[in-house]
């Protein structure tokens, strides 16, 4: 196969806008001025509200900035029947959005409402197997899963992928490979995160081999292996590991990108991979950090 054609963006998580994580954030003028002058072609949209909901004023905040709408997460609570059709109204409202304003290649990220349950956000990054959810509970998710990936394409045409993430139901490798197998291929496809992977106890060589044929999103995440020991040690929860850093600056972590780079290559992989370099509101200095890591991703050839 040929070289793949990869593009490259950012997300609002990079300058600390995570889901259920309360503090002072930049206003998203700031984080889109950061985001472009960095040189990123594209954008997730992050919270709903964080960004103008108005699709013309939207769509007008980004050609000013030459940047492209790709993405957006959105939190939902498959694990619990009760929660399901807010889940399929959120996506489905949020990919409205999305194919408006950035058309019919942008995809809904699924992600099981993070650190919202207290025994998956303290075991976080040491996830045994009696801690997954039942055989009841993981028919209600899938169902669920597959529920809003339907109305999503039925409502929009857009298609759907699910985050495996720390802190929610779906962390490790295998419970990964599970909600996989349990859904419908020909809307639900795989967020592929570098850094979440790795933190979740799997090799992100090996995730991409396992699950090629259902990558459709790439999010491009360091981990370092130094705080990752210091939490486990710690028995520090999910959100406290990435205050101190698990998710760090390109390069200087254990992911190998090069290699990862190479293998999307080999799979001709012609998605979007977006940096992500998750830090809790306030921490660091996420346009210094956005420029850094774009700096590194050109040294390896992207």
Known sequence: MGKATIQLG??????????????????????????????????????????????????????????????????????????HDASEADAVRTARQLAAVGGPDNLIVLGNDPYTDPMRTRYAGRITPEQAMSETEWQIFTQGANRVARAVMRETGLRTVFHHHIGTWIETPEETARLLDMTDADVLGLCFDTGHYRYGGGDPLAGLDRHATRIWHVHFKDHDP???????????????????????????????????????????????????????????????????NRSYLRSIGL
């Not at 472009?36 to 000013?64: K, Q, S, V, Y």
Request: charged share 20%; hydrophobic share 45%; with cysteine.
């Open 10 to 83: 950012n997300a609002p998580c990079s300058w600390g806008v995570i889901e259920n994580i309360g503090g002072k954030r930049s206003g998203y003028a700031k984080v889109l001025d950061e985001m472009a002058a960095a040189g990123f072609a594209g954008t997730e949209l992050g919270d709903w509200g964080f960004m103008p909901t108005d699709p013309i004023a939207l769509r007008t905040e980004l050609d000013t900035r030459g940047l492209k709408l790709l993405a957006s997460w959105v939190s939902v609570r498959l694990h619990d029947p009760a929660g």
């Open 226 to 292: 130094v705080v990752a020991a210091q939490a486990r040690e710690g028995m520090w929860d999910a959100v406290t590991a990435v205050g101190h850093g698990l998710f760090c600056e390109l390069g200087q972590g254990d992911v190998d990108f090069p290699a990862v780079l190479a293998k999307l290559n080999t799979m001709n992989y012609h998605g979007w991979v977006v940096v992500e370099q998750d830090v809790l509101p306030g921490m660091g200095s996420p346009g210094e950090s956005a420029q850094r």
